[in-house]
């Protein structure tokens, strides 16, 4: 092992373990073994809350979902200004000091994992199905771990170019001993469906594991069912949908609820959550003083009777604009994300599949079983297919409702739905006075974000990004 690697590799589990808050209840133990030998360690680095915490803020920051005031805009922060150069689709994004939470943290959270599939089988104590499924385990965060990269450094996948196009360094073991090229989109999405297969073919991985944030194989099949939608593989991914919903199937009903969707307590306690996902802003608010707000498209989509919206947003315009709720952590203002795989998203995966071949009925139904669940009974109404609007249409809108600041999917929609002219769209970025301050065309090289000057020093072998 290179010494500089093994510093990065001692630092990561170092940083792993001295910020680990244990989601079951157990106080985190300072003298956790950094050399996992034992089947009970290996179980201990799986028990970690943060694992389930990634941060994918900017991912959302491209999408059509958000708005950035004019108040941040004009700041001249250049300490943060990688979140106004995300926004704007800026030519340049970041600084030379700059480093980049998503990539880092990433392949931060993908080590430990890595170690683990090294080493479980040989492992101290536990018994074979034991370590079979903190391996699957492994192997499904580790799949979520590189879906979210491959399709934000990435190209969307096509089937007749993910052979050529880059997506991200596909680092399989903590002992590498070279820098890593990017690897192709199809060798990173080869390496999702091995991974999610093995969990899925492993008989003792059980439906759920012991918390949301160990997976089992509903989490499996739903990470399948979402990365074969990427892949617009709509049979694959019905199958993968209808083999999470078998197992779960439950709705959470806002209304009778309070419903909050954003510490990992609250997805513990959400009937519909497959496996949890969550990310506690406070960087951005205390920099700027500021929350961010729901673009008019998206708030116009929700309209302020969906309790999506009533959950999520102020429910007083501010210039226009619904601000994103401020949450206190700590007695720290903060804004918390909700990226969790769910019950809701598989019902979407399977509308949009069976729309797309056809049973448009069947589709719609689903979709009115969902938002039976996120309207108060006296402001419900059914959809219904009418001219010039068929299911499929009907499906993007509520997945749009049900998904947005979801660390990236609806940019990752934005990617794939661009290649259909029926969906394509140019997007446009406008202040308080409605003056247009950005655009981005459909399929623009500025929907992939681009690696950090660091990244690129520290690894002369990964290749930029153009925008």
């Known amino acids: 092992m290179k010494p500089t690697f093994r510093l990065i590799l001692v630092i990561s589990l170092v940083l792993l373990v001295s910020s680990c808050k244990k989601f079951l209840n157990v106080r985190p133990d300072n003298t956790t073994n950094l050399n996992p030998r034992t089947v009970s360690d290996f179980e201990e680095i799986l028990n970690n809350s943060n694992l389930a915490t990634p941060n994918y803020m900017l991912a959302d920051f491209a999408s059509d979902d958000v708005y950035l005031s004019d108040y941040v805009m004009n700041s001249g922060n250049t300490t943060m200004a990688y979140y106004m150069n995300t926004y704007a689709w800026a030519p340049m994004v970041w600084q030379p000091s700059d480093d980049d939470a998503m990539y880092n943290g990433t392949y931060k959270l993908i080590l430990p994992m890595n170690i683990i599939l090294d080493n479980i089988e040989k492992a101290d104590g536990g018994t074979g199905e034991q370590k079979a499924i903190i391996k699957a385990q492994a192997c499904i965060n580790r799949a979520y771990y590189y879906l979210q990269l491959a399709n934000i450094y990435g190209p969307d996948y096509q089937s007749a170019s993910a052979g050529q196009d880059l997506a991200v360094p596909l680092v399989l073991h903590p002992d590498a001993t070279e820098q890593p090229r990017r690897k192709t989109v199809k060798e990173v999405y080869d390496q999702i469906l091995t991974d999610l297969q ?28 979402r990365t074969y939608l990427l892949m617009s593989d709509y049979e694959k991914a019905l199958a993968a949908a209808d083999g999470a919903l078998k197992i779960k199937s439950v709705l959470l009903n806002y209304e009778s609820t309070a419903y909050k969707p954003f510490t990992l307590r609250d997805q513990e306690e959400n009937p519909e959550v497959l496996l949890a996902r969550v990310y506690i802003d406070q960087s951005y608010v205390r920099q700027f003083n500021d929350a961010i707000y729901a673009s008019v498209s998206l708030s116009d989509l929700l309209g302020t009777k969906d309790l999506r919206f009533v959950a999520n947003f102020e429910t007083w315009p501010t210039k226009n604009h619904f601000r994103y709720e401020q949450y206190s952590d700590n007695n720290i203002p903060s804004m918390q994300f909700n990226y969790s795989l769910t019950v809701a998203e598989m019902m979407l ?29 006296a402001d419900y109404t059914p959809l219904t297919v009418s001219p010039g609007e068929d299911a499929l249409t009907l499906v993007l809108k509520e997945r ?4 947005f600041f979801h660390g990236g999917l609806r940019l990752f929609d934005l990617k794939r739905l661009n290649r259909d ?12 006075k409605d ?7 459909a399929l623009s090289p500025r929907y992939l974000m681009p690696f950090t000057p660091k990244v ?9 990004n153009q925008r």
């Open 349 to 377: 995966i399977k509308a949009e599949c069976l729309a797309r071949k056809g049973a448009g009925e069947s589709s719609v139904a689903l979709l009115n079983q969902l938002r039976q669940s996120r309207f108060k009974k």
């Open 435 to 441: 003056s247009v301050i950005a655009t981005l065309p």
């Open 198 to 225: 093995l969990a899925i073919n492993t008989p003792s991985l059980p439906d759920f594991g012991v918390d949301v944030i160990h997976p089992g194989k509903a989490a499996a099949y739903a990470m399948l069912a």
């Open 400 to 403: 749009r409702r049900e998904l």
């Open 456 to 464: 690129i020093a520290n690894n002369p072998a990964i290749i930029q």
């Open 421 to 432: 002219p029926r969906f394509k769209q140019d997007l446009t970025r406008v202040n308080s």
